[in-house]
Structures are given as structure tokens and as C-alpha cells.
């Protein structure tokens, strides 16, 4: 299990919830990503934390994971960086450093929110 807060939200997160996607960046963000952003705390994140079949808790929202991308764990260890994909098990499409969850439910946000992957 592996838990982080919500330090900063970017002034167009909320543009991206029409396409429900979501990226997540460690602390380390530069200045042109954190627009388009949710920064967390992004401390030591375990090898492999992200998995298929597992739960991603955002606030009071639980998601399903569906999918897993190749680069999606070695990007989330180092940078704090992936970008989440709400879908309805339907199109599982995935890029390399993303993962789709479901329900297709883009997750209320705010700053001290916990998120975490079991």
C-alpha cells in the first residue's frame, strides 16, 4: 500500500475532466506542467505499487485499476508521475505510463486529499 496528499491542484485539471484523465506529478513538477497537474507529497513509492486488479483511492472515491502500462510503476517511483484514465471497462487502450481505472467517474479534488493504490 502506498499513500500520498494532494499538495496542489493545476488551474486546468479541471479542463481534462471531459476526456476523464488525470495526471498525477511528484513534488519535482516543473513550472509548465503544474498547470495541467495534481501535485502530491510523491515520497518513496514501493517498486511495482501500482498493479492490475487493484484499488486507487482518491478522497472519498474508490476506483478499480484496470490496466497497468509498462513505464506507468517506473514513472510513479521516480518522477510521482502517471496519468489515470477513467473508463467503464470499456476502450482499454493504454499508454506506456498510464493506467485506467473504473468507474468512469472524474474524482472531486481538493488540497490534503489522500490518494492511495493497494
Known sequence: MY??????IGSIVEDFAEEF??????????????DICVIHEGADAPKN??????RLTIGEQEYHILEVGEEANPNFETLGH???????????EILPGAILVEP????????????SFE
Open 104 to 115: 468512469k467517474v472524474f474524482p472531486t479534488l481538493a488540497v490534503g486529499d489522500e490518494i
Open 82 to 92: 502517471i496519468s489515470l484514465y477513467f473508463r467503464d471497462g470499456e476502450n482499454n
Open 3 to 8: 499513500k500520498t496528499k494532494i499538495v496542489e
Open 49 to 54: 505499487v501500482i498493479q492490475k486488479n487493484g
Open 21 to 34: 484523465l488525470l495526471i498525477l506529478f511528484g513534488p519535482q513538477a516543473t513550472a509548465e506542467l503544474r
